[in-house]
């Protein structure tokens, strides 16, 4: 059983590798990441959250090395871990605070993005062009808008997931 564990989280730290690769292509730099993250998240529903981390981490080595800067950057920081902390923060039965964590979690992880593409990067944000000064708090929202799309796709694709896949997955788990 334990080893059917371990290829199940090899494979699919594999298949979100590939995944992540395809950020090559032109407009999908910020979707490949939330759906790399899908990958994660049947992981959370098959084996739990200590088996899904330990994928996201043995995924992490081969998308810093072989993937596209910005869309990496969002894995690691973030999205390819976010599904063991939704599955954490959903446990709490206090919504307001299970939505303030999210969001608390969300926002943190893009201040390290930008603070390490600012400062370590490189990369000048301060010209938001025709937004002027209020380029920076636009963005924010837009993200957070972004972030709560996200995750409630992610929840639908889950329940997805638990119709139509996870009963063949099961069967081969066992």
Same mark, same amino acid.
């Given at each position: 059983?334990?080893?059917? +564990? %371990?290829?199940?989280?090899?494979?699919?730290?594999?298949?979100?590798?590939?995944?992540?690769?395809?950020?090559? $292509?032109?407009?999908?730099? &910020?979707?490949?990441?939330?759906? /790399?993250?899908?990958?994660?998240? /049947?992981?959370?529903?098959?084996?739990? !959250?200590?088996?899904?981390?330990?994928? &996201?981490?043995?995924?992490?080595?081969?998308?810093?090395? $072989?993937?596209?800067?910005?869309?990496?950057?969002?894995?690691?920081? $973030?999205?390819?871990?976010?599904?063991?902390? +939704?599955?954490? *923060?959903?446990?709490?039965?206090?919504?307001?605070?299970?939505?303030?964590?999210?969001?608390?979690?969300? !926002?943190?992880?893009?201040?390290?993005?930008?603070? *390490?593409?600012? *400062?370590?990067?490189?990369?000048?944000?301060?010209? =938001?062009?025709?937004?002027?000064?209020?380029?920076?708090?636009?963005?924010?929202?837009?993200? !957070?808008?972004?972030?709560?799309?996200?995750? %409630?796709?992610?929840?639908?694709?889950?329940?997805? &997931? =638990?119709?139509?896949?996870?009963?063949?997955?099961? +069967?081969?788990?066992?």
């Amino acid at each position: 059983m334990k080893t059917k +564990k %371990i290829t199940f989280c090899g494979i699919s730290a594999a298949l979100a590798t590939v995944i992540m690769i395809a950020a090559y $292509f032109p407009y999908v730099t &910020y979707a490949v990441p939330c759906v /790399a993250s899908l990958v994660i998240m /049947a992981v959370v529903i098959e084996l739990g !959250n200590k088996y899904a981390f330990l994928t &996201y981490l043995v995924s992490v080595l081969p998308v810093f090395l $072989f993937c596209e800067i910005e869309s990496k950057l969002l894995y690691i920081c $973030f999205l390819g871990f976010y599904p063991v902390l +939704k599955a954490i *923060f959903e446990k709490i039965k206090i919504l307001p605070l299970e939505i303030l964590l999210k969001f608390v979690s969300f !926002n943190l992880a893009i201040a390290v993005v930008y603070l *390490f593409s600012r *400062f370590v990067l490189g990369i000048p944000f301060d010209d =938001m062009g025709e937004l002027g000064n209020y380029g920076g708090i636009i963005l924010i929202v837009l993200a !957070n808008i972004a972030f709560l799309l996200y995750d %409630i796709c992610i929840s639908k694709m889950s329940i997805f &997931y =638990m119709i139509r896949i996870h009963p063949s997955v099961r +069967k081969i788990l066992k």
